[in-house]
Every structure is written in structure tokens, then in C-alpha cells.
């Protein structure tokens, strides 16, 4: 955590940044994998992510940041075309 | 020169030292302070935004949110009210936000009361609160602009409560006089928002609040202690300026009453104590060397300028308008913690009743003849009358 | 100089405005004053109780008024009450609103009939006749310290208008009218 100090007299600030919390990608059991000729770039996925693990690019396409991804499976849930399983890990 | 309430003193206070946001919900005998704020911003005459809550709690929050983002803020309660908004004070108290607060000091129901009772305040006095307690309408006046100075002193930087009792001082009309608008913002400077602890600013955003694990919150809780260590040298600079400015003797810590010489000291607190003046004035004409020590400041406790004040006594009479179960009267057991000599502990006007001048010439006398008979370190509930009738 | 009052009325009756105008008029004069209402369950009709004391120092205690110089009582049913006289001082002075003067031979007793002062300038709320101006009036010239001008200047300030001049020529006639 960060001790950020906006004054003279501290108290327990957390400035935002990635993986402020560590390395969370530990904690999942089950790893989201998009099937990316079923996607159809709504991004429905990217917008319920709890924790910002979903990344967009240019083209429209989205990625798992596994590091971050805790495994909850809510993209998968949210899914309209059912484009993202669950795979055990290990 | 007005006549006004010790209710509406402390919101023409409050007018005086420009808040900015009041959130507040009304509570007998408060509510008088917050209509009368919200009057003056309605009429035009205060530059303030009023926020009307559903409750205490949520009084307390909206200050916080609004504190930290940089607006001055006030809020009163009373009794219940500040019991419901507890978890909320200590928010503010350790998270170091320069909220003021008034509370009407009023009876902790059951059976109800309406009346005058210290328990209230002093329930919370390990919130991380500065706590002070006023003794006439005057002082709660110049105590509210004050209290902004001690809070948002970069040295102190913690909220400021005070007290004033349930209608011997919220609801009697006394003379006011007002401090001079110029005369408050050359006392009180506008807050600084950078100077905040907590500041959401969008440019820098922070999360205030989260989890922080027994490996540093024994040091976040250090600063507070050693601002509280700061704050006694605030709180009498400030007294001592808003004197200069006013021209109206201020007190910071306590206020010391003929004690120097005196052989018995009454150590009160609150609106009683001018009752106990006038009972020290009897007494020395009677020929009694007696004072008066009042503790205007609870937390920082004073207790060496208390112990430093009552030094020559025989006798010292701790009068306590409030009580801790299983453990005595609070400001008694804490001042004694720092006498050399055992004082006594009167327990007096529990649930409003009247503490007069004959009793406190009464408490004077009785500790002086205990004293004299060797019986110190003893509590009296003073003035009992029995269930019958 | 150290005066202390209690009013004696009903809910309703006006009585802790009378105490606070009456101080204000004090303040006006100079002096230290101070009102304390008794709180308790009040409602209309039930009897209330209020205090002041007017001081040529700083009115430091706030306790209630026990043993009063002066006791006013507003309400006529209310004269022969035991707490209206309770700890007034022996020679103290009893202003009852009263057609005639009630039989107290330890007190200074006067009796003025505000209930008439009060129908005749028109001051009827909801039934009742607003006694607390001529109450105030007859009261601020018992006391002695207190002027005509500072009864006007305290009763001009509380009302405006119509309402302003009734009790203003209320006030004014008990105080012309009391007779100590």
C-alpha cells in the first residue's frame, strides 16, 4: 500500500495503480479463454471485469491479463456468444 | 451587544467562521442550532451549502465527503444522536478530518431525558476527537470559531467537539456579544485544502479508507497521538490570539478560578461552573480560601496544568456531571490519575438536576472537613433523595 | 444589582418570549441578563415556569431561579397555586393578573388585569387573549430599571404592523396603568 502524502500530517492513502494488490492471477482455479471466431467485439466482458483484467485493442479484439484475472468467471457469464469458457488451471 | 441562546450562539459562530457545508438532522435540544443555520443560508446571510440527511450517521458521512474535498463543514448533535453517529465520529477522528462538531451534552435515555448530562460526549472521548466544554453562551460563540483554528491547524489537523449543556446553557438567552466579522477571518484563516490529510483532488486520485494490516497501523495511530501532543500548545495559542481580538478572555485548557492561594479547589466543568464561581466568591467572603478550576478541554486532558493549579490544596473537589459504571466519575478518576493528593469525587446533577450555588458551597465545605478528617479518594453521589414520594 | 424573576403562565401564553424581551429591555439598560426556560413536556395549557435575571455584572450561574424578588403570574386561575409562591422572598413582589388584588400580607402584591388590556387592544389568538406584552409592560415598570423607551424599542422589534402596534400599545398601557 501506498503511504501517499497529500499534507503535513500522513493518514493511510492507496494511490491507484496496476496490481496494487499483487500478483492476484494466483488465486484463480479456473482460466477464461475467449474463442475469438465466436467474439463479437461487444465488450460486454471488458465492461463487467471486476478487477480490470480484460484488455481491448485497437481492432476491437479482447485479452485476458492472466497476472490480474482471479478466475471469477463473470466474462463468461455475461458472455451473449458464449465465446468465453472456463478451463481448470493445472 | 445581543441577548441569545447558547444554541443560537454557536450558530452565529458557525456564521462567523464561514462553514461552508452543515449536514445535520435535528435532536432536541440541538435542533434550535441548525434551524438557525439554515435560516441565515436561506435569507442569504450565510454563504453555505445545508444538506439535509436522514440521520446522524449519514450527518457525519456527508461531512467527511465534504471536508475531503476541501469545504469547511460543521454538524451539532445531542445524546442519541451522537450515539447513532459514533462509528462515524471515529472515522472522522482517525481519519483525521477537521470537521467541527457542537454537542448538546443531554441525558442517555433509558428512562428518556431531555436534560443536561456529560456521558454523551464523554463516551466518545477515544475517537480521536479534540473535546472542549463550554460554560455560557459567550464562550460557546467564541469556542465555535476557535474550534476551526485548533482543527485545521497543520500541526493538529483532528476534529474539534464541544459541548454545552442541555438548557441551562442551549436554551437560556444570555448576553452575546458577536465577533466582528473582520475579527474572525483575521483570526481564521480560509482552509486549505492542500494542507488536508485526505484531499480528492480528480487530478490525484486516492482511495482513503481501505485495509491496512498490523504491520503499519501502529504508526498511523503514533501521528494522531503526537498531534494530540501539539494540540495543548494549538489550543492555548489560539485562545490566546482570539483574546487579543476579541478583547473577551478566552480560555484554552482550563480556566483557573482564585485557586493560587486557595485551601480547597472545586474542579467543574461545563455550565455549572459559574454557579461554582459564585459559590467561591461566598465562600471567600465567609472567609474560606476557596477556587475554582474549570476543565475546558477534555481531550487533550489537562491534567498537569490541573495537578500544577491545585497543588497548594487541602482539599480538591472533583464535581463530575457524568459517570463511567464500575469505575467512577471521569473527569475525577482521570485528574486524579495526575494529583499527587487524593481528591474528592463528587457525582452531581445526573440527569439535569440542578448543581446550585449552595451545593457547590456545600461540596466546598464537605471536602474541606474530609480533607481534615484524613478521608480523601472518597466518591459522593451528592444530593440523593430516596425513592419515596 | 441582582434581580431574579419567574413567570408563571400556561403553554402558550407567551411567557419565555415575555422573559427574553424582558432582559432584552435590561440589556438595553445596561445590564446583564439572563432568561432560562423550564423544559419538560409543555403543551398548550399546562402550567410552564420561566426565570430571568437581570445583574449589574455578569450573570455567571445557570441554575434555576428558586428564591425570586419577583414573581408573575399570567394566568389568573393560576394565583393561588403553591409553586407560584414557593421561595419568593418575604417582602418579594407577587404581579398577578387579576381583576383584584389577591390576600398575600408577606408579599408586595399587584394586580393587573392584562386579560382586559389584552381583549381591549384586540390581541385574541385562537381563542385566547395574548397577555404577555401587558404582562411584560406592568412587569418592566415593577422592576424600576427598566424605561418606557426600552419596553417600546424591545416590543417595536418583536412585531411589525398591525400586530406590532397592538401589543405595543399594550405594553405601554400596563405600564402606565400598574400601580405599585
Known sequence: MNKAKTGRAKVALSKPSEGASGLTGLWRLRRPVIDPAKCTKCHLCWLYCPEGAIARGADGAVWMIYEYCKGCGICSEVCPSKSISLVKEG | ?389 | MFVEIRLHGRGGQGIVTASEMLIEAAVLEGYHGQSIPTFGAERRGAPVVASARISDREVRRHGQVYSPDFVAVFDPLFVFRKEVTEGLKEGGTLLVNHRQKPDFPQFRVIAIDATKIALENGLVVAGWAVVNTAMLGALSRLLGMISRRSVEAVVSSKWKGDLGSKNLKAALDAFEGVVA
Open chain 2, 1 to 389: 451587544m445581543i441577548i441569545a441562546t447558547g444554541n443560537h450562539a454557536v450558530s452565529y459562530g458557525v456564521r462567523a467562521a464561514r462553514a461552508e457545508v452543515i449536514a445535520a438532522y435535528p435532536i432536541t435540544p440541538q435542533t434550535q442550532i441548525i434551524e438557525k443555520l439554515a435560516e441565515l443560508i436561506q435569507s442569504g446571510e450565510m454563504r453555505a451549502k445545508y444538506i439535509r440527511v436522514e440521520s446522524e450517521h449519514s450527518a457525519m458521512s456527508a461531512c467527511i465527503g465534504a471536508e475531503a474535498c476541501g469545504a469547511r463543514t460543521f454538524t451539532a448533535t445531542s445524546s442519541h444522536g451522537l450515539a447513532y453517529m459514533s462509528e462515524m465520529v471515529f472515522w472522522a477522528g482517525m481519519g483525521r478530518f477537521p470537521i467541527v462538531m457542537a454537542v448538546v451534552n443531554r441525558t442517555l435515555a433509558p428512562p428518556w431525558s431531555i436534560w443536561n448530562e456529560h456521558t454523551d460526549m464523554l463516551a466518545q472521548r477515544d475517537s480521536g476527537w479534540i473535546m472542549m466544554m463550554c460554560g455560557s453562551a459567550q464562550e460557546a460563540h467564541d469556542t465555535t470559531v476557535m474550534a476551526y483554528r485548533i482543527a485545521e491547524d497543520e500541526r493538529v489537523l483532528q476534529p474539534v467537539m464541544f459541548g454545552l449543556d442541555a438548557f441551562s446553557l442551549s436554551h437560556t438567552a444570555e448576553n452575546l456579544e458577536l465577533i466582528d466579522q473582520e475579527v474572525a477571518d483575521g483570526f481564521l484563516p480560509p482552509l486549505n485544502p492542500e494542507s488536508l490529510p485526505v484531499y480528492m483532488d480528480p487530478d490525484n486520485p486516492v482511495t482513503f479508507g481501505n485495509l491496512l494490516g498490523p504491520d503499519k497501523m501502529m504508526e498511523f495511530r503514533h501521528l494522531i497521538k503526537e498531534a494530540f501532543g501539539r494540540a495543548k500548545g494549538v489550543i492555548e495559542e489560539a485562545a490566546k490570539d482570539l483574546s487579543n481580538a476579541t478583547g473577551r478572555k478566552q480560555h484554552g485548557l482550563i480556566e483557573d478560578y482564585r485557586s493560587s492561594d486557595a485551601e480547597v479547589v472545586i474542579l467543574a466543568m461545563g455550565a455549572s461552573s459559574g454557579d461554582c464561581k459564585d459559590a467561591v466568591d461566598i465562600l471567600r467572603d465567609e472567609g474560606i480560601k476557596a477556587g475554582m478550576v474549570r476543565v475546558k478541554t477534555i481531550r487533550p486532558f489537562p491534567g498537569e496544568e490541573i495537578a500544577s493549579s491545585v497543588r497548594g490544596a487541602k482539599a480538591v473537589a472533583i464535581v463530575d456531571r457524568d459517570y463511567s459504571y464500575g469505575f467512577g466519575g471521569i473527569i475525577g478518576r482521570e485528574a486524579a490519575s495526575y494529583l499527587s493528593k487524593k481528591p474528592l469525587n463528587y457525582i452531581a446533577g445526573i440527569g439535569g438536576r440542578d448543581i446550585t450555588v449552595e451545593d457547590f458551597r456545600k461540596i466546598a465545605e464537605d471536602a474541606l472537613a474530609s480533607a481534615e478528617r484524613g478521608e480523601l479518594g472518597i466518591e459522593k453521589w451528592w444530593g440523593m433523595r430516596g425513592f419515596e414520594g
